[in-house]
């Protein structure tokens, strides 16, 4: 395997800089769709009676919650086949939400919706056992953007003088380039922490200048 010289820390805000600025406005979770991590293992485990492997997905504060749903859900989903499906979505919904609270993030349904190009290239990643081509994709398009951004500003400041319109031009150039690399700098910052939608307004930033 290769090596890219870069930290998992630093992976991991590179990867959290490209949910924001490539997939802007869009919720960074897959974890309530049903091909997320989440849904697939919970069904397993329900096939298996067993919630051991589950319960990495909510926090310690609220296995007792899980632990009652799951021993509810498995008393009756062997009654019939519509009370297995009704006790089955009753389980993963709980689930589903009890991990995006603890995630600080808000649940509005399990939704059955494409999973965003970048988590599937996480994912695929994870799959392969290296980050190196997910990496350099994402580097390669940030670079590509601060450049594009940087150049329109550059060019922009030419004849911010020569007109009110011309500086507004400047201006609106000059915020969106500044709070998108202020973004990317937020990001890499906080990497430390884990928020399912907290980088998302990054690239929307100037909207609110």
Known sequence: MKSTGK??????A???ISCGLLLAGNALAHCDTPNGPVIP???????KGDITPILK????????EIKSAFAKTIAVRGKSKEAKEL????????LVRVHRAGEGAPYSGIKDE???????????????????????????HMTKVIKEKFARVLE???????SVEAGREFVEAYVTYVHYVEGVHTVIASSGSHA????????DAHKNH
């Open 156 to 162: 922009a400041s030419k004849n911010k003088d020569k």
């Open 41 to 47: 293992e919970a069904k397993v485990a329900l096939e």
């Open 7 to 12: 930290s998992p820390k630093n992976i991991a």
């Open 196 to 203: 399912h939608a907290a980088p998302a307004p990054v690239a």
């Open 14 to 16: 590179i990867l959290s």
């Open 57 to 64: 997905w909510v926090k310690k504060e609220n296995e007792a």
């Open 87 to 94: 006790a089955d979505q009753y389980f993963l919904e709980t």
């Open 114 to 140: 494409a999973i965003d190009p970048i988590i599937v290239m996480a994912d695929k990643a994870l799959a392969n056992g290296s980050a190196d081509d997910m990496a350099r994709m994402i580097s390669n």
